[in-house]
């Protein structure tokens, strides 16, 4: 019970984490990774080595507590060695979205004052030297690591510098001074967690980013609650890590979950090979954002629909059960009824388990979708093959996820759960959930306006989320406050929930409700390529591009039939009127999405100026 409640009220840090698994279970696997298309193990005790390494090479180059380094590669153990290493020695790390391009790592480098960059491959040292070297470049960056150095042969000796070099650099040290692992050890016991060890960029969506200051507690309580609540302390994890690391979301889920839990981490060979990677791996956890979920879906949909008739007839027969035992297990949150758990037993057999294996996570304990709300669509056909996904909700801000759904309580669908153990929280007049626990960050680096915008002096957090409660004690997100259309009429409107049931499509891969200060709603509409290029295919219709399909009149008539469904779901206030659909798949590149691929709305009407003329007419 002692470390139940020190772990929630958060006291310890990741390096005090990754030492004690170090200690107690150093053989045993902790970290795997695909090379030349074979699976290479590292135990604990590597883990920990390499990070000491990393530590002193760190400090053989003179950084100092507080400096900051910034990491911009896609997800490998050296981005783990690089993290805690740098925690070690009380070095805070900024993490950088692969696909930033050059001006945006420009900003973040420059606002946290950044000595060091680590950096995946030669793209992303290629982005870092462009920071360096265009406009105001980055004063206080001094040194460059890359950790894949291929195509790099020919650069300017030392930039970039491999990072087996920063290795080197700490085996060096070692070497020529004996007291330094005792040093590097009493470093480690002097760390607190208070002390901020992590700086998340907010994505941007309507302004620049913002460096959220994270400290040991702040990650530690979320992610450990989070367990708690789940009833996962105990049970093994094995996860497959592929989201951007950088992203509060993946840190909480595969960095600090992992430290928690003493278990293994995967990492995916990339984005592409995510699927095949989890059938491989089978883990016993696994995080998705909702497209990844939709994307699962969908991919079995068709995949059935190119099989035989019999297996078509099955399959419709048994989610069609599937769905009914579901909908009675959510509202018990459990299966009472005999019959339900023999017929449920008997669709396993015959098919869900084969669905499960094919997913890859027929071994999953705990599934969670994080970044957004998800449909509710989505949520009752895993829940219908007996893989139930969990939603919570939580921001940066507050250290992750302080609402979250648990096991064994009836299961609303929308709702994000009860608030966490040790999360206070209560709703503003307006609608907006204010929150108060371990978790609630710092503040804003070197923006004390912003940060007094958003935390009292009495530790509450103003989210900017509108919320409904439901139940006795959960919530559901309704929109982001900034986010919510007024129409001329002065109706309020929330453009989200509209956008999700659009997406329910398989046809509908992004939109934007629009109508702010207008007499009615209006909708911009990008049609996924590849489900609609399917449909497209099977009924011969000829295309050549992303643009040429869009053009095409059953195309839109597509589109238009399922608005037209849509708009049945909601009030006629609320109905979307006219349409466009986009020429172009919206693009980070382009300034059109965050690096969390959530749309700039704060841009809309500079970068949708002709569609929304289209729509409403000249202004």
């Known amino acids: 019970m002692f470390e139940h409640d020190q772990m929630i009220r958060g006291e310890t840090t990741l390096p005090a984490l990754l030492r004690k698994h170090a200690t107690g279970r150093g053989g045993q696997v902790a970290l795997r990774e695909k090379v030349q298309g074979v699976w290479r193990a590292s135990t604990w005790a590597d883990y920990y080595r390499r990070a000491r390494r990393v530590a002193l090479g760190m400090v053989k180059l003179g950084l100092e507590r507080g400096d900051r380094v910034i990491i911009a590669g896609e997800n490998t153990p050296e981005w783990f060695y690089t993290d805690l290493g740098a925690q070690m020695i009380g070095v805070q790390v900024v993490g950088v979205y692969p696909t930033n391009p050059w001006p945006e790592i420009?900003?973040?480098?420059?606002?946290?004052?950044?000595?060091l960059a680590v950096t995946g491959d030669q793209e992303q040292t290629d982005k870092v030297l462009d920071a360096m070297a265009n406009g105001e470049g980055l004063p206080h960056l001094k040194h460059v690591f890359c950790i894949d150095m291929k195509g790099l042969r020919r650069y300017a000796p030392g930039?970039?510098?491999?990072?087996a070099h920063l290795i080197e650099l700490g085996d060096q040290l070692a070497a020529e001074d004996v007291g330094a692992e005792a040093w590097l050890d009493a470093q480690i016991d002097l760390l607190r967690p208070d002390d901020i060890n992590v700086l998340v960029y907010t994505?941007?969506?309507?302004?620049?980013?913002?460096?959220?200051?994270?400290?040991?507690?702040?990650?530690?309580?979320?992610?450990?609650?989070?367990?708690?609540?789940?009833?996962?302390?105990?049970?093994?994890?094995?996860?497959?890590?592929?989201?951007?690391?950088?992203?509060?979301?993946?840190?909480?889920?595969?960095?600090?979950?992992?430290l928690i839990s003493g278990g293994c981490i995967n990492f995916a060979e990339s984005i592409d090979t995510v699927a095949t990677n989890i059938r491989e791996i089978a883990p016993t956890f696994f995080l998705g954002v909702p497209r990844i979920w939709e994307k699962l879906q969908q991919g079995f949909d068709f995949r059935m629909k190119d099989s035989g008739r019999v297996q078509q007839w099955l399959y419709r027969i048994g989610m069609k059960r599937g769905r009914a035992i579901s909908d009675r297990r959510a509202e018990h949150g459990r299966l009472v009824r005999w019959s339900d758990k023999l017929e449920f037993g008997f669709w396993y057999l015959l098919l869900f388990r084969n669905m499960q294996r094919h997913m890859g996570l027929n071994r999953t304990h705990t599934r969670m979708c994080g970044g957004a709300s998800v449909s509710p669509e989505t949520l009752k056909f895993f829940d219908a093959i007996g893989l139930p996904v969990a939603q919570g909700y939580g921001l940066t801000e507050s250290g992750g996820v302080c609402f979250v759904q648990v096991p064994g309580r009836p299961f609303i669908y929308g709702s994000c759960g009860p608030g966490m153990e040790g999360v206070?929280?209560?709703?503003?007049?307006?609608?907006?959930?204010?929150?108060?626990?371990?978790?609630?960050?710092?503040?804003?680096?070197?923006d004390d306006q912003a940060t007094a915008a958003v935390l009292g002096p009495d530790g509450w957090l103003a989210s900017g989320d509108i919320v409904e409660r439901r139940g006795d004690d959960e919530v559901a997100v309704v929109d982001r406050k900034k986010a919510i259309i007024i129409t001329s009429g002065g109706k309020n409107i929330s453009p989200s929930e509209i956008e999700n049931a659009l997406k329910d499509s398989p046809y509908i891969r992004e939109a934007i409700v629009v109508g702010e200060g207008r007499k009615f709603?209006?909708?911009?509409?990008?049609?996924?390529?590849?489900?609609?290029?399917?449909?497209?295919?099977?009924?011969?219709?000829?295309?050549?591009?992303?643009?040429?399909?869009?053009?095409?009149?059953?195309?839109?008539?597509?589109?238009?039939?399922?608005?037209?469904?849509?708009?049945t779901k909601f009030a006629r206030v609320e109905n979307i009127r006219k349409f466009v659909l986009l020429e172009k798949e919206l693009d980070h590149d382009d300034g059109e999405l965050t690096a969390t691929q959530k749309v700039r709305r704060g841009l809309i009407n500079q970068k949708f100026a002709r569609e929304l003329e289209l729509i409403y007419g000249a202004a």
């Open 521 to 567: 709603l209006g909708g911009l509409i990008q049609i996924d390529f590849d489900s609609v290029g399917r449909w497209a295919s099977d009924r011969d219709l000829q295309y050549t591009t992303f643009k040429s399909l869009v053009q095409l009149d059953e195309v839109r008539e597509l589109i238009q039939g399922i608005v037209d469904e849509v708009n």
């Open 159 to 163: 930039r970039p510098h491999a990072f």
């Open 106 to 115: 420009q900003y973040i480098g420059r606002h946290c004052q950044a000595v």
């Open 203 to 258: 994505s941007g969506t309507t302004g620049p980013p913002k460096g959220a200051m994270l400290t040991h507690r702040n990650l530690a309580y979320g992610t450990y609650a989070y367990m708690s609540a789940r009833n996962i302390l105990d049970k093994h994890y094995e996860s497959v890590c592929y989201l951007p690391l950088c992203h509060l979301a993946e840190r909480s889920y595969a960095t600090v979950q992992h």
């Open 424 to 446: 206070e929280w209560k709703i503003a007049d307006d609608g907006e959930v204010l929150v108060r626990s371990p978790g609630v960050f710092k503040g804003y680096l070197f």
